[in-house]
């Protein structure tokens, strides 16, 4: 068919473009990207040992995410935050969080639907595969974020951890605030690392309450998962800007 060609080679670029992204994320995500560090398309394109063209466009998308600075004549490099940075990120996540948690707990909310999706999930039969099945994955997740985060891994939490978030927002019904709050905790995430790989020892020093958050959602416990919450926000500002601090 005509054109067939050319829309293939669309997609395969457009799929090495994310491709590269989610690799560089990691990246850095990991520390091996460190805060300030800078690189050109063609050193990256070199190391993938793919075309300058999708690695541009992974690095512009990184740009807007805020992961990345761009230098017209020097490249990119990697964003260096600050911990008013991270007060800011965590306050915005709040209102998200809030807003959604709010959307499900409240039997009056729903506007535009938000929220009704995830009342049906949570309040549905005991006997329905889809709310087990929902459920189940979450907690595994949550259980896994928190055994990362006991022996304080933190490569390991931090993947567990968005998926984590990723799966549980996006039961509340509203795909758009569920990527929002997906790209805010992975800019999140690429904030406090710069910080918490300062220290070797993170053991029992990383917030791990991802259950409890789902019990109290399952219980329809606005108090305590609003606690939860909050007690997190609390915990997370006063870790990372002591170790800010030095």
């Given at each position: 068919?005509?054109?067939?060609?050319?829309?293939?080679?669309?997609?395969?670029?457009?799929?090495?473009?994310?491709?590269?992204?989610?690799?560089?994320?990691?990246?850095?995500?990991?520390?091996?990207?460190?805060?300030?560090?800078?690189?050109?398309?063609?050193e990256i394109a070199e190391q993938y040992g793919v075309s300058a063209t999708p690695v541009r466009e992974a690095l512009v998308d990184l740009s807007a995410q805020g992961l990345l600075d761009a230098d017209q004549h020097r490249g990119f490099r990697v964003h260096e935050y600050s911990p008013a940075d991270y007060r800011g990120m965590i306050e915005a996540r709040s209102l998200v969080t809030d807003g959604l948690f709010h959307s499900f707990l409240d039997k009056d909310a729903g506007v535009a639907g938000v929220g009704r999706a995830a009342r049906e999930v949570f309040a549905g039969r005991a006997d329905d595969p889809r709310t087990a099945a929902a459920l189940a994955g979450i907690r595994r997740r949550g259980e896994e974020a928190q055994r990362a985060a006991g022996a304080g891994d933190l490569n390991i939490l931090i993947g567990y951890d968005l998926r984590f978030w990723r799966e549980l927002s996006l039961l509340f019904g509203n795909p758009y605030l569920a990527d929002f709050l997906h790209r805010l905790r992975v800019q999140t995430w690429v904030c406090a690392v710069q910080y918490l790989r300062r220290t070797t020892d993170l053991r029992g020093r990383l917030w791990a309450e991802h259950t409890a958050l789902v019990d109290a959602l399952v219980r329809r416990d606005a108090d305590a998962a609003h606690a939860i919450v909050t007690a997190y926000n609390v915990h997370s500002l006063a870790l990372i800007e002591g170790l800010a601090a030095g």
């Open positions: 068919m005509p054109g067939t060609g050319g829309g293939n080679g669309a997609v395969t670029r457009s799929t090495l473009r994310q491709q590269i992204a989610d690799a560089l994320r990691d990246e850095v995500l990991a520390g091996r990207l460190q805060p300030g560090q800078e690189f050109t398309v063609k």
